[in-house]
């Protein structure tokens, strides 16, 4: 998931933050920690969420407006109706039609059931939501580098 560049004699390697937060849910899932494995999860998305709108801003043209509009869409989770909305009007690309949709919805409520109402995941919480959120991020890095890519930016 991270793009390797190569310019004149240095190379260099971008890991985005989202990339890094999954490999903390990782972490977690390896030391048997799965609330955080879930939580750390689908915050990965999220930054990956805001970095591919900032994206999209910066192609629009409206790369000056990215904190105000984020300030008013307020959340980053991509299954929030509203964000979902927001991000496939910006995109032209809606994540409800990606083969993740369902899955990512379930770590979403699973993230929302551990914080909210103190409710312990499973092994099998854990790994769904690395998953889910893994192919979301795959997904999303495709509008923050189109040419990686031939869905729609």
């Known amino acids: 998931m991270s793009l390797k560049i190569t310019c004149g004699v240095a190379n260099m390697t971008i890991t985005?933050?989202?990339e890094r937060a999954l490999a903390k849910a990782r972490g977690y899932f390896d030391a048997g920690d799965l609330d955080h494995a879930v939580i750390a999860a689908q915050t990965a998305s999220e930054l990956a969420v805001r970095r591919a709108l900032t994206a999209i801003y910066g192609r629009r043209g409206i790369g000056d407006l990215d904190?105000?509009?984020n300030r008013l869409l307020g959340k980053s989770n991509i299954t929030n109706p509203k964000v979902q909305a927001y991000f496939a009007?910006?995109?032209g690309d809606r994540a409800t039609q990606k083969p993740f949709w369902n899955a990512l919805l379930a770590s979403a409520e699973k993230r929302n059931a551990i914080v909210h109402r103190g409710e312990v995941a499973t092994e099998a919480d854990a790994q769904n939501a690395i998953l889910a959120n893994e192919q979301a991020i795959d997904w999303l890095?495709?509008?923050?580098?189109?040419s990686r890519s031939t869905a729609p930016a």
């Open 89 to 91: 009007a910006l995109s």
């Open 67 to 69: 904190g105000a509009l």
């Open 141 to 146: 890095i495709t509008h923050i580098d189109p």
């Open 16 to 18: 985005y933050h989202a």
